[in-house]
């Protein structure tokens, strides 16, 4: 079993809608948690960046974490075409390596 | 403002062949990584530097060895290449290894051994 679970898609919408993108984890130990943004043939650039459970906001995006079921959630409002690309969620344990998940292929439609 | 500069973008090699990818990072940060990224396996650790003089294996090391040749550069090597190594390699920094600090990345190195 992966210790970052996500599910690859791709994920189409219409331009406009509301996005919702999800990663799951089985190391309770996990206290840091990322979205990056990769577009194609680019290298991945950070998005958000939380700390332990709670919601973090910046701008159309945001981002949740669910400690107690071990899940994280990035919601993008208004998606844009711009927005298409890879989304790949992150987590570390403090002091140790970075663990991502296979990424999410989003394609937003106008 | 160039962040994380990787050489060459594109390389093929033949089986046995050895490469060297380059990495150069211009923010004064302390940790490097390598990374190779492959369909549905997400991004990889393969070696990291967590400050200038020391190299530490990561999640995926055979096959390949590192250099720290100073603070801003951080070398890969593939001394004898195999199709299983055939993947994009990404190279990394942030100020520090630690948790809250969050890493940068390259552009990649698109790497095809035949």
């Known amino acids: 079993q992966k210790e970052v679970e996500q599910d690859p898609g791709p994920l189409s919408v219409p331009e406009g809608a509301i996005v919702s993108l999800n990663c799951t984890y089985s190391n309770s130990a996990f206290q840091y948690f990322m979205w990056y943004r990769q577009y194609s043939r680019k290298g991945p650039e950070l998005l958000m960046y939380t700390y332990s459970s709670g919601n973090k906001e910046d701008g159309r995006f945001t981002a949740q974490v669910d400690k107690s079921s071990k899940y994280i959630s990035l919601f993008i409002r208004d998606s844009q075409p711009s927005d298409s690309a890879t989304y790949l969620c992150?987590?570390?344990?403090?002091?140790?390596?970075?663990?991502f998940g296979a990424g999410t292929i989003l394609r937003v439609k106008s | 403002n160039a962040g994380v500069t990787q050489t060459p973008k594109f390389q093929v090699l033949k089986t046995g062949q050895s490469m060297t990818l380059q990495c150069a990072q211009d923010m004064n940060h302390n940790s490097m990584y390598w990374y190779r990224q492959d369909p549905g396996m997400g991004l990889r650790l393969i070696y990291y530097s967590a400050s200038e003089g020391t190299t530490d294996k990561g999640e995926v090391p055979n096959g390949y060895n590192v250099s720290r040749l100073n603070k801003r550069e951080f070398s890969l090597r593939l001394e004898s290449a195999a199709p299983s190594q055939t993947s994009v390699y990404f190279c990394a920094s942030s100020e520090f290894r630690t948790a809250d600090q969050p890493q940068h990345f390259g552009d990649g190195t698109r790497l095809s051994i035949l």
């Open positions: 992150a987590m570390i344990e403090y002091g140790n390596k970075l663990v």
